[in-house]
């Protein structure tokens, strides 16, 4: 499936950052990314997004739950720049709330996914021997299933509702940051100021917490940056199937479900939603890339 493959190139994608780790200071950092035109572009889509989701009471012109029957499936307009849905709700309104969930379910699902699976890498590779063997092969199990059919499944046994979402893409992308990570965290146990530090006495949690972590934070950072547009995209899809946010609160995803049913006679219900979802997912990736690129000089043009 598309989620599948996606999430085994932002495996791929970070795990280039995890050979190099440069020690980029935030100034040299912004200047390497200035450079990315395609991540400086996706850096304002994302600030308009969020811009938009903190303050979409203010934003959006209507509320998001208004009822106008008289009003139904109206066209775009300039009382209502994208239409209205058939229950005379404005769909741009309800696109900017909807904003809030899904930022919210990607931006709390990938760091449920960040706190487990950095931890687990970590302290796989830093432990090594049986610990690390039965770390990795549980995190193989979790990755032979396809990502949307596991969310699904999750989903299926904690029910339907926001919080269980962000459970459910929490637990499908700890395998990636456990497996990217300790990648980086092996490489990392392997430098001398490591191996000097063990041999003047420092403890086990001091050299984890004092080298390795700082060590794989740029690893980190690129893996967040993918796994936030896979993560917004599998809330659409659950959403989409009736798994994810329920009715009347505005999801793009189930805003593309309920448009369905009307797309012949009013197709701005699933193309607007559909363009947000698409944007916001794109922007994410050329983030992404850009912070890959600066992060990794051998990868720069």
Do not use: C
């Not at 404005?90 to 699976?117: C, K, P, Q, T």
């Not at 690390?132 to 396809?146: T, Y």
């Not at 659409?236 to 798994?243: E, T, V, Y």
């Amino acid at each position: 499936m598309a989620t599948d493959l996606a999430r085994d190139d932002g495996i791929e994608r970070a795990a280039a950052v995890a050979a190099y780790r440069p020690g980029t200071g935030l100034g040299a950092l912004w200047r390497a990314l200035r450079r990315h035109r395609l991540a400086v572009a996706g850096f304002v889509v994302l600030g308009l997004l969020v811009f938009s989701a903190v303050f979409a009471s203010v934003v959006a012109p209507y509320s998001p739950y208004l009822i106008k029957m008289p009003e139904r499936l109206r066209g775009p307009s300039w009382t209502h720049p994208l239409g209205t849905d058939d229950f005379g709700r404005d769909v741009f309104s309800r696109i900017i709330h909807g904003s809030r969930i899904s930022l919210e379910v990607g931006a709390i699902a990938v760091g449920i996914a960040v706190a487990i699976g950095v931890g687990l890498g970590v302290g796989a590779a830093y432990t090594g021997g049986r610990v690390d063997n039965v770390i990795m092969r549980a995190m193989d199990i979790v990755l032979a299933f396809p990502a949307i059919l596991l969310a699904i499944g999750i989903m299926a046994i904690l029910g339907p509702s926001t919080a269980n979402v962000m459970i459910a893409i929490g637990i499908v992308y700890v395998p990636i940051f456990a497996r990217v990570v300790r990648g980086s965290a092996l490489q990392v146990k392997a430098q001398e100021y490591v191996e000097a530090a063990r041999a003047m006495g420092a403890s086990d949690q001091r050299i984890v917490r004092r080298h390795v972590l700082p060590g794989v934070l740029d690893t980190i950072i690129v893996q967040v940056s993918l796994s936030l547009a896979f993560a917004i995209l599998a809330e659409a899809a659950l959403s989409f199937l009736g798994l994810g946010t329920q009715p009347p609160t505005p999801s793009w995803g189930s805003m593309l479900s309920s448009g369905r049913e009307w797309i012949e006679r009013a197709p701005w219900l699933t193309i607007f939603p559909g363009v947000a979802i698409f944007v916001t997912v794109l922007a994410l990736n050329v983030i992404g890339d850009g912070l890959r690129d600066a992060l990794d000089p051998r990868l720069r043009l």
